[in-house]
Structures are given as structure tokens and as C-alpha cells.
């Protein structure tokens, strides 16, 4: 079975710094997808960025870019010029491609990191 | 497009009682996923439907929460009788069925107290 571990609980960072939030995996498969999800106080998560595995290139949205190292399992999360509306819940999360005899993929989470932004 | 509904907002009951919660996906998304977040940890999986047959359910306490999802498109979650341990909030997501890599769109979830 997949897992995801975030050994962040809790970062904080400087309003227009920027941080790195940390994720590694495992998994036997060689071919998924890797998401990171940002979840604030209305509870509602909202998808931040998004990996697949067979592409080399980091994926990059606005001031969220992602550092994959498919060797070592790990993809974290990196915010530039942070901003107050980034404070919040931050899940990374896994999902295969192949769906199996069970259908449609499941993700699976990360235990999060609360991000907090200092003004 | 209408995101993901969920009803109620928040629950509180007493041990032992039941509580039934509601989804309502976005439409023509065939799959449907329920997931308990409890307070400081990620989301776990309880059920995954496509369409209107259960696919996933490997993760759902059987003896005490049930669901369904009436015609492949609502769907409802129940728990009884509740415990301590299930205060958490539960999540629904909807999804297009297929192997494309995009993200599921999630509703706000029911914080379930039980006291």
C-alpha cells in the first residue's frame, strides 16, 4: 500500500518570503500522480498543484512550484513571495494511474502542515 | 460550474445516537468519494462509488456506518450508532471516472461532534 509522510506539522515564513514544504512517499509503482492541496479554515481543499510521475519536469503554477525527485520519493512544495491567503493546511497526496479491478484511484494524504504567515 | 454540496455544515450528538450525512457531487461525475479527517491528520477513505455501485469500501467501519448513492448521483453517509471516535469531518469529493490525473473538487465537509 501507498503512504505519504509529512514530517512538518507546523512552518511559518515571513509575508513575500518564501518556503519549502516537505513530502516523500512510497510506493512500488513506477507511474502516479502527486498533488499537493491547500486546506483553510472553511475545510474545503483546493488543488495547489499537481505531478505526474513520467514527466521529468517540475510543475510549476504561479508562485507555487514543486521539487520531484522520483528516485528518492520525495516532492515538496515550494511558495515564493508568500502571501496572508496562503496560510493554511497544506496535504500532499498520492494517487495511482492504474485503477484496477477496485475502479477509479483513490488519494492518499499526507498528515499536513499547518502553514502560518508572519506579516 | 456548482461545486460539491454537503449538508449539514456542522452536527453535534450524543454516543449512541445516529446522524446521516449528505452529498450532492458535481454533475455527470460518475465517482463519489467519502473521507473522515480527523482533527490533525489527512483525510482517510471510507467509500468510493462509481456511479451508483460501490467499488472501494475496504476502509468503512461496516458494523456501524453505512452509505448509498441513490441513481448514481446523490449520495448519503450514515453512522450508527455514533462514538467518541468518529468526531471528525467528513469529506465528499466527486471526480470523471478514467485515468486522467486531475484532482478531485471537494466539498466543505460536516464536523461531526459526538459528546
Known amino acids: 500500500a501507498q503512504t505519504v509522510t509529512q514530517s512538518q506539522p507546523e512552518m511559518s515564513v515571513q509575508e513575500a518570503e518564501t518556503v519549502t514544504l516537505s513530502c516523500t512517499y512510497d510506493?512500488?509503482?513506477?507511474?502516479?500522480?502527486l498533488f499537493w492541496y491547500k486546506q483553510p479554515p472553511s475545510r474545503q481543499m483546493i488543488l495547489v498543484i499537481r505531478?505526474?510521475?513520467?514527466?521529468?519536469q517540475n510543475a510549476t503554477e504561479n508562485r507555487f512550484s514543486v521539487n520531484f525527485q522520483k528516485a528518492a520519493k520525495s516532492f515538496s512544495l515550494k511558495i515564493s513571495d508568500s502571501q496572508l491567503g496562503d496560510a493554511a493546511m497544506y496535504f500532499c497526496?498520492?494517487?495511482?494511474?492504474?485503477?484496477?479491478?477496485?475502479?477509479?484511484?483513490?488519494?492518499?494524504f499526507g498528515q499536513g502542515t499547518r502553514l502560518t504567515i508572519n506579516p | 460550474e456548482a461545486g460539491v454540496a454537503q449538508s449539514p455544515r456542522y452536527k453535534i450528538i450524543e454516543k449512541r445516537q445516529s446522524v446521516a450525512f449528505w452529498c450532492n457531487p458535481i454533475?455527470?461525475?460518475?465517482?463519489l468519494y467519502w473521507y473522515q479527517q480527523i482533527l490533525g491528520q489527512g483525510p482517510k477513505l471510507l467509500i468510493q462509488?462509481?456511479?451508483?455501485?460501490?467499488?472501494?469500501d475496504s476502509q468503512l467501519p461496516k458494523d456501524r456506518f453505512s452509505a448509498e448513492r441513490l441513481k448514481g448521483v446523490d449520495s448519503t453517509l450514515k453512522i450508527q450508532p455514533a462514538k467518541l471516535e468518529d468526531s471528525a469531518v467528513y469529506l465528499c469529493?466527486?471526480?470523471?471516472?478514467?485515468?486522467?490525473?486531475?484532482?478531485?473538487?471537494f466539498g466543505s465537509g460536516t464536523r461531526l461532534t459526538v459528546v
Open positions: 505531478q505526474e510521475a513520467y514527466k521529468q
Open positions: 454533475s455527470g461525475h460518475a465517482t
Open positions: 462509488f462509481q456511479n451508483n455501485g460501490v467499488v472501494d
Open positions: 510506493t512500488s509503482e513506477s507511474d502516479y500522480y
Open positions: 497526496a498520492y494517487r495511482s494511474v492504474w485503477a484496477g479491478f477496485q475502479g477509479a484511484q483513490k488519494l492518499v
Open positions: 469529493a466527486s471526480s470523471t471516472s478514467g485515468t486522467g490525473g486531475h484532482g478531485y473538487t
